[in-house]
């Protein structure tokens, strides 16, 4: 079957540093995505991985481990703007997205 | 502007009721998808398509139906609704390339409410 796996919730404090960590199993794979969602909003894309490795972009990072199938998403500096769900996507064989349930950033002061 | 609209945005209706969720994109995008998702669960795939007259069946497919006429134009047809189908219907789109990346653009969504 196909699953992908994030923590429900995690909360971290305004300035700080979080890894929001989601493990995929699906039929055959063509990359991973992160996807932000603000809460009664729609989903923004946030990163693509198809290789093993970090990929860096302003504050957020992405990181992807195919071995492992395993994949973190890495936010600095962060910023009351930034509470949200964070989504994780793997592309299968069929070039479909398997969702994952989505990971609810809450920032605290 | 390139975007991907929905109506309407929010809806109440009675049980039994046949409603039609309207969806456009300006982008050209070939791709176009509907999910359902339910707040703080996954986006189930309902329908996509890859261009004009073409429709396929997702996960949750069985009681709706979808058509496309036109690249820009998506709608999704319940035949009848239920309480069941209270939940929040995303549009998305997307270019029909596969590699190396297939980003997918989301409309702002319908939330349903089936009394």
């Known amino acids: 079957g196909q699953n992908i796996d994030q923590p429900t919730e995690m909360t971290a404090t305004e300035g700080a540093i979080v890894q929001i960590n989601c493990t995929y199993q699906?039929?055959?794979?063509?990359?991973l995505f992160w996807y932000q969602q603000h809460a009664g909003e729609a989903p923004t894309f946030l990163s693509y991985n198809v290789l093993d490795g970090l990929e860096e972009k302003g504050r957020f990072s992405s990181f992807l481990s195919r071995s492992k199938g395993y994949s973190y998403l890495l936010l600095k500096e962060l910023q009351m703007k930034d509470s949200a769900s964070y989504l994780c996507a793997s592309l299968d064989s069929n070039y479909q997205l398997i969702w994952g349930a989505g990971t609810k950033l809450i920032i605290k002061p | 502007e390139a975007d991907i609209y929905q109506t309407p945005r929010y809806l109440v209706i009675g049980t039994g009721k046949k409603i039609t969720l309207e969806c456009s994109q300006t982008m050209g995008h070939d791709k176009m998808y509907w999910y359902q998702q339910d707040p703080g669960m996954e986006l189930h795939l309902i329908h996509y398509?890859?261009?004009?007259?073409?429709?396929e069946k997702g996960d949750l497919s069985s009681e709706s139906t979808v058509s496309r006429i036109r690249t820009e134009h998506f709608p999704l047809t319940l035949e009848s609704a239920r309480p069941s189908h209270t939940s929040q219907y995303l549009c998305a789109s997307s270019e029909l390339r596969e590699d190396p990346i297939n980003e997918q653009f989301f409309g702002p969504g319908t939330r349903l409410t089936v009394l």
């Open positions: 398509s890859y261009g004009v007259n073409s429709t």
């Open positions: 699906t039929s055959g794979f063509n990359g």
